[in-house]
């Protein structure tokens, strides 16, 4: 009752300030952007927007679901250890309670999602060759080559008889590759900077045929869903994660690694494989809110509907 006028030029002038959007602002957006895995771009589009409106019972709700599915990890996870957050994008290595680091990630696809368990990490193959399943040939790689045979050479592919005899691209009609029998033929990458893989494979103990692995497509990291897999993880600094693993090896010093890893543009090396002295427990979890290092919360988006799964289990049991 005690307020001025609209009319007011003092209320006037506030209005006009309030209308700025200043630096002060912008940081407070990208801050709110940081936290809720869009990108940090200040700008207030529609992904941001929708992120604002979310209520806060909804993201309460979050938090309650986060914190059920940490019950379902054991009391300890390991002194070294990966743990994957498929639904936040990223990977962090933990070694004695510290993060040694985290970083982006790349998931399935809604279609092919990454599943949720818990595993080991027993070798590092450092150049590996990539066997494109059957699925992706007739999906992808048959038209790509297809529709530009100069791609054979660049990216080193390769058809192969299922014992491993190569057969000479020149006796190969690329017109009638869609008739090939792939019950016979497979299609084969031969190791190199351009492999599907990239220039280096983490592979895990599991009956998914689900790894971590590198990629040659590095700009799909800027965008905020990173849902481009068949169901593998990308992770974006393949060597950072190698070096991690390999750390307490005695055979493998950083600087060999960073010598061995690194090729030239039409390098095509054999394939190394590397144990690990000791294997390294990782997790693969789906948490749609988490907090990092510094005490911070983050939010993302329920990509896969899993929350929305989790959350007719509570209310099934709520009811009894």
């Given amino acids: 009752k005690t307020a001025p006028e609209p009319d007011d030029p003092a209320v006037q002038a506030d209005v006009e300030k309030d209308n700025i959007y200043d630096a002060a602002l912008a940081r407070k957006v990208t801050e709110f952007q940081y936290m809720h895995g869009k990108k940090t771009d200040a700008t207030i589009g529609p992904d941001t927007i929708a992120a604002m409106n979310v209520p806060v019972e909804q993201r309460i709700e979050q938090l ?18 990966v743990l994957v957050n498929i639904a936040g994008y990223y990977v962090r290595a933990v070694e004695n309670n510290q993060t040694a680091f985290t970083m982006p990630i790349i998931v399935g696809e809604v279609a092919h999602q990454t599943p949720v368990f818990s595993s080991v990490i027993k070798n590092v193959k450092l150049h590996p060759d990539w066997v494109a399943t059957d699925s992706i040939a007739r999906r992808y790689l048959i038209d790509k080559i297809q529709n530009n045979p100069a791609v054979i050479s660049q990216l080193g592919y390769q058809l192969q008889r299922n014992d491993g005899t190569v057969v000479p691209w020149e006796s190969v009609s690329l017109s009638q590759l869609d008739d090939l029998d792939l019950g016979q033929y497979r299609f084969r990458q031969k190791p190199g900077k351009y492999n599907a893989l990239g220039l280096a494979r983490f592979s895990i103990e599991n009956d998914y045929a689900i790894f971590m692995h590198g990629t040659p ?4 990291f ?6 481009f897999s068949s169901g593998c993880i990308r992770v974006q600094d393949p060597l950072k994660m190698a070096k991690f693993l390999l750390k307490d090896n005695a055979d493998y010093s950083e600087s060999r690694l960073e010598e061995m890893y690194n090729l030239g543009e039409n390098d095509h090396p054999d394939t190394t494989f590397m144990d690990l002295d000791t294997d390294v427990p990782v997790y693969l979890t789906y948490s749609t809110a988490w907090v990092d290092d510094g005490g911070n919360i983050h939010f993302s988006d329920d990509v896969y509907g899993r929350d929305e799964k989790l959350a007719g289990v509570f209310n099934t049991q709520s009811a009894l």
């Fill in 64 to 81: 309650k679901y986060a914190m059920e599915r940490w019950r379902w990890f054991p009391d300890n996870l390991g002194e070294k250890h």
């Fill in 222 to 227: 800027n965008e905020d869903a990173r849902t």
């Fill in 217 to 220: 497509s590095g700009g799909l």
